[in-house]
């Protein structure tokens, strides 16, 4: 079975500085999708970010980037430039094999000091 | 605004007692996900349901089901409610039903109090 593994239960950033969250996954499949949800305190879930595990380029948003190690089984976060409106609780996903449901970390509550 | 609806927005109930959230998917969706968000349990996968059909099943209950109608909208019935059954239950629908590729968008989640 899949599982994605987030050991950062908290991370705190200065404004204006770039943190890193980290996401280990496994999975014995080849063809598979790595995610990064964002829930702001409004509870609402936000895609971030999304990777396709054939694709060596790291994906990119604006200021969120990916590094993506398909052998090592790791996929984490960059977020530079970090803005108070980004704080939240970080969720790693992943999705793959005939079934279209998402398989999510435990989160990692990211704060943001001004 | 993903698209995505969900009523009620709040329940509170008592144990022993049923409910059913209710869940309207993006225009054109056919697929809807449904979650458990708890604190002890993190984000769960419960059901899925492709064009009226159950297409997989995660960890669900036997005492909740789900099911989609013609119109697309799904229902998540809860019943013989325990404590533990207190949780924020997002549904998220997608255009496909078997790959994960189709990006998934949820909804504002449905948040259950259990007394």
């Known amino acids: 079975a899949q599982t994605v593994t987030q050991s950062q239960p908290e991370m705190s950033v200065q404004e204006a500085e770039t943190v890193t969250l980290s996401c280990t996954y496994d999975t014995s499949e080849s063809d598979y999708y790595l995610f990064w949800y964002k829930q702001p305190p409004s509870r609402q879930m936000i895609l971030v970010i999304r990777q396709e595990a054939y694709k060596q380029q790291n994906a990119t948003e604006n200021r969120f980037s990916v590094n993506f190690q398909k052998a090592a089984k790791s996929f984490s976060l960059k977020i530079s430039d970090s803005q108070l409106g980004d704080a939240a609780m970080y969720f790693c996903?992943?999705?793959?094999?005939?079934?279209?449901?998402?398989?999510f970390g435990k989160g990692t509550k990211l704060s943001v000091k001004p | 605004d993903s698209g995505v609806t969900q009523t009620p927005k709040h329940l509170i109930t008592a144990t022993g007692q049923r409910v059913t959230l209710r869940c309207s998917p993006r225009s054109g969706d056919l697929s809807v996900y449904w979650y458990q968000q708890s604190l002890d349990q993190g984000l769960q996968f419960l059901i899925q349901?492709?064009?009226?059909?159950?297409?997989a099943k995660g960890n669900i209950l036997e005492r909740f089901s789900a099911q989609q109608f013609p119109d697309l909208h799904s229902e998540l019935n809860l019943s013989s409610l325990e404590l533990g059954d207190s949780a924020l239950y997002f549904c998220?629908?997608?255009?496909?039903?078997?790959?994960?590729?189709?990006?998934?968008?949820f909804g504002p989640g449905t948040r259950l109090t259990v007394l």
């Open positions: 998220a629908s997608s255009v496909g039903g078997g790959h994960s590729y189709n990006e998934q968008f």
């Open positions: 349901y492709y064009n009226g059909e159950e297409r």
């Open positions: 996903a992943y999705g793959g094999g005939s079934q279209g449901n998402l398989i």
